[in-house]
């Protein structure tokens, strides 16, 4: 049975570009093509994908992707998308466009479009399965599975906003695809985010303390810092939480399945801490 084109996927075809041959992509039968004849198919669940060649395997996988909706589901990283969506606000017009790079299941793109009900918005990731999420997550966010790390199949200048919330970045692209006056929202963890929880749960990737110094270094030919807001609080974790909470970080693919179900000394309560900036093109 065809697929028809998502109205929110629709808004994006002025913006989108064939990952092939840099052409306008326009609606086929449950695809996108362009003039070419490269074809991208769209998914039933929402999505498109644009991914050609070798395919990325880094995203969520199945039950990451379950995991992360159902964590952020209980509102425990609230405060982390509600400054997301400040910072986005506070710098651009309501009828904009947001790209969020690595959207994961779009919880934190959805908290920005409600806050501008004027904008669409296009989560990108590389995982199908965190896209089904992001494709119904709100009613103007689009979805497409494509790689940060491969140039954005994006016209130049077309974001207001970009969002790299947890997500690997590519300045040099984010540079390109923002418009003049636009802003990029970069969210990481200092070094006291789930202390309590990595001190306890084998195998749980450390946070890098020469991560903001590399941060820095890739970012500032591109940009400069326009402010930085400091999210800090403790909130309490039921025993499911906390399996939701490490299933759905890249920790989970270094802990085999007795850990994630063994967690008798794991703590009830942890430390969310981070640094969202929005930053300027230079």
Same mark, same amino acid.
């Given at each position: 049975m065809p697929v028809s084109l998502p109205p929110a996927l629709e808004s994006f075809l002025d913006l989108l570009r064939c990952p092939t041959c840099g052409a306008c992509l326009h609606p086929g039968r449950s695809t996108? *093509?362009?003039?070419? !004849?490269?074809?991208?198919?769209?998914? #039933?669940?929402?999505?498109?994908? =644009?991914? &050609? %060649?070798? *395919?990325?395997?880094? !995203?969520?996988?199945?039950?990451?992707? #379950?995991?992360?909706?159902?964590? =952020?589901? &209980? %509102?425990r990283y609230g405060p982390i998308r509600r400054i997301v969506a400040h910072l986005a606000a506070d710098a651009v017009p309501g009828q904009s466009t947001v790209v969020d790079v690595g959207c994961g299941t779009g919880y934190y793109l959805a908290g920005v479009l409600k806050q501008l009900p004027g904008a669409r918005g296009l989560g990108l990731d590389t995982s199908v399965r965190a896209l089904r999420?992001?494709?119904?997550?709100?009613?103007?966010?689009?979805?497409?599975?494509?790689?940060?790390?491969?140039?954005?199949?994006?016209?130049?200048?077309?974001?207001?906003?970009?969002?790299?919330?947890?997500?690997p970045r590519n300045p040099s692209e984010f540079h390109r695809v923002l418009r003049p006056g636009g802003r990029l929202v970069v969210v990481r963890p200092t070094g006291r985010h789930l202390h309590e929880l990595r001190s306890q749960v084998p195998g749980m990737v450390a946070i890098d303390p020469a991560k903001e110094r590399r941060l820095h270094k890739v970012l500032t030919p591109f940009f400069e810092a326009a402010g930085t807001e400091l999210v800090e609080y403790v909130t309490s974790l039921t025993r499911s939480e906390v399996l939701d909470l490490v299933g759905m970080t890249p920790s989970a693919r270094h802990l085999n399945g007795s850990d994630l179900g063994d967690y008798g000394l794991a703590p009830d309560q942890v430390t969310v801490s981070v640094l969202a900036t929005a930053y300027r093109p230079r």
């Open positions: 996108l *093509r362009c003039p070419a !004849g490269h074809t991208f198919n769209i998914s #039933r669940h929402g999505y498109v994908s =644009l991914l &050609t %060649g070798i *395919r990325a395997t880094s !995203g969520d996988d199945a039950t990451m992707a #379950r995991a992360r909706d159902r964590f =952020l589901a &209980t %509102g999420v992001t494709a119904r997550a709100h009613e103007r966010a689009a979805a497409a599975a494509w790689d940060v790390f491969r140039p954005l199949p994006l016209t130049d200048g077309m974001a207001d906003v970009v969002l790299d919330v947890f997500a």
